[in-house]
T-cell receptor, first 113, second 109 residues
């Protein structure tokens, strides 16, 4: 039982390059989330998926797209990376939205030069 | 606007020196308050959920309490392995958790 897994762990991109961050969970959770964490700021929600087949914007969605591939997998895509997207990205899952604890992956540290 | 504030930003304790971390919140309707622990280079790890004022939860040396305006994470006789950043988050019923910026705790042997 691996919980929430994320790939890659580290990534360096040049401005304008694209990439996809992968996330998978094996807890049969319905809801999945993408956050970014920056120094001095709390975790900020980028996008979430309340259930398979649905996605919604969070607090900071600009510059990102997501795909809920199936119940297990939720990917985050940066179409044209910018230095402002340098951050640590966390994927999380929960049984459902609304007042359930979320379980986080180990994170992806992304640097955009 | 919904907001979560944690204090202090950083705390250094001697091993065995008990203390409390604070999480104050302003939300339109609290559905749940969560405490997480985050070690350097890792994702947050769930500790507790509190739903209503007066509720308390305990786990080893940690005890979380909730009032109508704030939550406390009490650490009793901490050990060096308790060193981490402790995050607080609230669910105001909008499917979006609001996280505080955390308290960095360092426990010295």
């Amino acid at each position: 039982n691996a919980g929430v897994t994320q790939t890659p762990k580290f990534q360096v991109l040049k401005t304008g390059q694209s990439m996809t961050l992968q996330c998978a969970q094996d807890m049969n959770h319905n809801s999945m989330y993408w956050y970014r964490q920056d120094p001095g700021m709390g975790l900020r929600l980028i996008y979430y998926s309340a259930s398979e087949g649905t996605t919604d914007k969070g607090e900071v969605p600009n510059g990102y797209n997501v795909s809920r591939l199936n119940k297990r997998e939720f990917s985050l895509r940066l179409e044209s990376a910018a230095p402002s997207q340098t951050s640590v990205y966390f994927c999380a899952s929960s049984p459902r939205t609304a007042t359930y604890e979320q379980y986080f992956g180990p994170g992806t540290r992304l640097t955009v030069t | 606007e919904d907001q979560v504030t944690q204090s202090p930003e950083a705390l250094r304790l001697q091993e065995g020196e008990s203390s409390s971390l604070n999480c104050s919140y302003t939300v339109s309707g609290l559905r749940g308050l969560f405490w997480y622990r985050q070690d350097p280079g890792k994702g947050p790890e769930f500790l507790f959920t509190l739903y209503s004022a007066g509720e308390e939860k305990e786990k080893e040396r940690l005890k979380a309490t909730l009032t109508k305006k704030e939550s406390f994470l009490h650490i009793t006789a901490p050990k060096p392995e308790d060193s981490a950043t402790y995050l607080c988050a609230v669910d105001s019923g909008t499917y979006k958790y609001i996280f505080g910026t955390g308290t960095r705790l360092k426990v010295l042997a």
